[in-house]
């Protein structure tokens, strides 16, 4: 079994940072992309952020400049920092890991959300 579990949410005023973080643990051969999603009510998850094994990121346009995301491979932990927030930037942030069990399986993993409340 692996888990992903998150921290760094919690209430800033509109401008200031956040910094989000993800640490995978359990049975673990590899890591390949791990991402960062959010969600409001009502609304489907979307994707804020995506880095590969190898550093390769990608963005939604809404958060690019903004947000920066990033990985240690060898502490199977990613970060997502969080500049300029925005009232819109209001969710539950998820993280995201496809992780290698074994020699012949992988599975998509993912946290359990941190909310991120900006005001306005």
């Known amino acids: 079994q692996v888990q992903l579990v998150e921290s760094g949410g919690g209430l800033v005023q509109a401008g200031g940072s956040l910094r989000l973080s993800c640490t995978a643990s359990?049975?673990?051969?590899?890591?390949?992309?791990m991402g960062w999603y959010r969600q409001i009510p009502g609304k489907q998850r979307e994707l804020v952020a995506r880095i590969t094994r190898d550093d390769i990121t990608n963005y939604a346009d809404s958060v690019k400049g903004r947000f920066t995301v990033s990985r240690d491979n060898g502490k199977h932990t990613q970060w997502l920092q969080m500049n300029s927030l925005k009232p819109d930037d209001t969710a539950v942030y998820y993280c995201?890991?496809?992780?290698?069990?074994?020699?012949?399986?992988?599975?998509?993993?993912w946290g359990q959300g941190t909310q991120v409340t900006v005001s306005s």
């Open positions: 359990g049975t673990i051969f590899k890591i390949y992309d």
């Open positions: 995201n890991a496809n992780v290698q069990i074994n020699w012949a399986r992988q599975v998509d993993v």
